[in-house]
């Protein structure tokens, strides 16, 4: 069993930026990602990133605000969110374990977060 713990996440004006991190308590060397999900809405994708950093994959609506990284010598993941928007109001989840190929499906991940609620203010 793989314990993510978060942190990061808090209250911010329209235009900040926050920077989420997810520290898995054991190594995956899988593709790992991030979702959020808004009040009444469903699960989605944020973004992910492969093993060694190389590949990155974003969701539109994030795409030029928001960087994913790790650190692997940390065994931390980080999402880097700027420039955010009232819109981007969710909890965001870590998630570990994606293999191959449709890691912005949810349901291709062994492991979640507990989540950390992210509120941009306009």
């Known amino acids: 069993q793989v314990h993510l713990v978060e942190s990061g996440g808090g209250l911010v004006q329209a235009g900040g930026s926050l920077r989420l991190s997810c520290a898995p308590s054991?190594?995956?060397?899988?593709?790992d990602g991030w979702f959020r999900q808004a009040p009444g809405k469903e699960r989605e994708f944020v973004s992910a990133?492969?093993?060694?950093?190389?590949?990155?994959y974003y969701a539109d609506s994030v795409k030029g605000r928001f960087i994913i990284s790790r650190d692997n010598a940390k065994n931390t993941v980080y999402l880097q969110m700027n420039s955010l928007k009232p819109e981007d109001t969710a909890v965001y989840y870590c998630?570990?374990?994606?293999?191959?190929?449709?890691?912005?499906?949810?349901?291709?991940?062994?492991?979640w977060g507990q989540g950390t609620q992210v509120t941009v203010s306009s």
């Open positions: 990133i492969s093993w060694r950093g190389g590949m990155t």
């Open positions: 054991g190594r995956s060397y899988t593709i």
């Open positions: 998630a570990v374990g994606c293999r191959g190929l449709g890691c912005p499906n949810s349901t291709r991940y062994d492991y």
